[in-house]
C-alpha cells in the first residue's frame, strides 16, 4: 500500500512543481504559505490534484496576456480546492470525510455554472481524441475505436444544441458507453508492469484516505482514479457528460 508524503516533502514539491510553473523562479514555500500548502497535506490532497489545480491557475494567467510577475502559490488556493473537490466526488469520497476544515459542499446550482453545454463538451471531447491520435501515446490496438468514436460525437455535436427530452437522455448515455469501451481498450493496450505501476500509483494517491474508505469503498476509488491515470498515460478525455 502507498504511504502518505511527510508535510516537510510534500511542501517541497509543491515548491518545485511552482518553480517549474513559473520559468524557473524560485517563489519559496515559507510562513504563511507553509501553513496553507501543510493544511492541503492535512486534508490529503494528492500531490498529482494540487498540480492540477496549479496548472489550471497558470492557464487562466496566460489567458489574460503577457505575465507581468511569478505566480505565488497563495494564488493557486482556488483553483486548487476545486480540482480537489471533483477529484473527491469522482472517487466517491464524502464530504464529511475530506478532512477539510469547515469548507462547505459546493451546491448544485454552482456546480452547474462551471458544467460546460453539451455541445462545448462534444467539441471539446473530439479535439481531445484527435489530439491523442496526434501525439502518438495510443497505439494501434484501438485506433479504430478512435475512429468510430470521434465520427460519432463529431456527428452528435452538430445536432446536440437541438436536442431535447428522450433524444437528449440518448446521446447522454451513448457517451457514458463510449467512454467505458475506450477506457476498457486503454486498459487492454498496457502491460503488465504499466498495469502494476499504475495501480501502485493509484494505492499513493489514495493513502491519505485508505482508513477512512473500507474495504468495497477502497476498490471503488481506486479503480476511479486508474481510471484518471489511464486517461493521462493515453491522452484520452472523460466522454461521459457531467
Known amino acids: 500500500m502507498g504511504t502518505k508524503l511527510l508535510t ?8 518545485t512543481y511552482l518553480c517549474q510553473k513559473n520559468d524557473g523562479h524560485l517563489i519559496r514555500v515559507v510562513g504563511p504559505s507553509f501553513e496553507l500548502v501543510s493544511g492541503w497535506a492535512a486534508q490529503g490532497i494528492p500531490l498529482k490534484v494540487a498540480f492540477s489545480g496549479i496548472d489550471r491557475c497558470f492557464e487562466r494567467y496566460y489567458r489574460k496576456g503577457p505575465r507581468r510577475r511569478p505566480i505565488k502559490i497563495d494564488f493557486c488556493e482556488a483553483d486548487i480546492l476545486d480540482a480537489f473537490d471533483a477529484w473527491r466526488r469522482a472517487i466517491g469520497l464524502p464530504a464529511a470525510d475530506n478532512g477539510a476544515s469547515g469548507g462547505e459542499e459546493p451546491s448544485d ?7 460546460p453545454s453539451l455541445p462545448a463538451h462534444l467539441e471539446r471531447v473530439v479535439m481531445r481524441l484527435t489530439a491523442a491520435r496526434a501525439n502518438g501515446r495510443i497505439g494501434a490496438a484501438f485506433d479504430q475505436l478512435i475512429d ?3 465520427r460519432e460525437l463529431d456527428f452528435a455535436r452538430g445536432a446536440a444544441s437541438g436536442l431535447r427530452g428522450e433524444a437528449r437522455h440518448a446521446l447522454i448515455a451513448r457517451l457514458s458507453a463510449l467512454d467505458i469501451e475506450l477506457l476498457q481498450a486503454a486498459r487492454a493496450a498496457l502491460d503488465e508492469e504499466s498495469r502494476a505501476a499504475i495501480g501502485h500509483e493509484a494505492e499513493e494517491e489514495l493513502a491519505a484516505f485508505r482508513d477512512r474508505l473500507a474495504g468495497d469503498a477502497f476498490a471503488r476509488a481506486r479503480e476511479a482514479v486508474v481510471d484518471r491515470l489511464v486517461r493521462e498515460r493515453f491522452g484520452l478525455p472523460t466522454v461521459v457528460f457531467p
Not at 516537510?8 to 515548491?15: A, D, G, L, Q
Open 8 to 15: 516537510s516533502e510534500y511542501c517541497r514539491e509543491i515548491e
Open 148 to 150: 468510430v468514436a470521434a
Open 109 to 115: 446550482r454552482d456546480r452547474a455554472s462551471r458544467t
